[in-house]
């Protein structure tokens, strides 16, 4: 069975620093595309970074550009989402998904997606 957990949430003053953690199981991350969403208290979900695992292309929304880094360590199936400098509105429940278009997206169809970790960040 396909499935993405989420770890390494938690609670933090802004300016700190978090890692994300995504451990899939059911297939591997060497096709498709994979990536992190967000959703604050009272907003939709908004995509936060991607990368495509055939051609190794990342994106990044402009709103954590320079702040946050994506990655992954094939040999434990593991996608990670460094966080530097957070802010207040980087608050929110941050998921992982896959889909096996390998063209990363903030709108299209994800296959599989984890129950996400809670991200908090306070003053």
């Known amino acids: 069975e396909v499935q993405l957990v989420e770890s390494g949430g938690g609670l933090v003053q802004a300016g700190g620093s978090l890692r994300l953690s995504c451990a899939a199981s059911?297939?591997?991350?060497?096709?498709?595309?994979i990536g992190w969403f967000r959703q604050a208290p009272g907003k939709e979900r908004e995509g936060v970074s991607c990368?495509?695992?055939?051609?190794?292309?990342?994106v990044y929304a402009d709103s954590v550009k320079g702040r946050f880094t994506i990655s992954s360590d094939n040999t434990k199936n593991t996608l990670y989402l460094q966080m530097n400098s957070l802010k207040r509105e980087d608050t929110g429940v941050y998921y992982c998904?896959?889909?096996?278009?390998?063209?990363?997206?903030?709108?299209?169809?994800?296959?599989?997606w984890g129950q996400g970790t809670q991200v908090t960040v306070s003053s």
């Open positions: 059911g297939f591997t991350f060497d096709d498709g595309a």
């Open positions: 998904a896959w889909r096996a278009r390998s063209v990363c997206s903030w709108y299209g169809t994800y296959d599989y």
């Open positions: 990368f495509s695992s055939n051609n190794g292309r990342i």
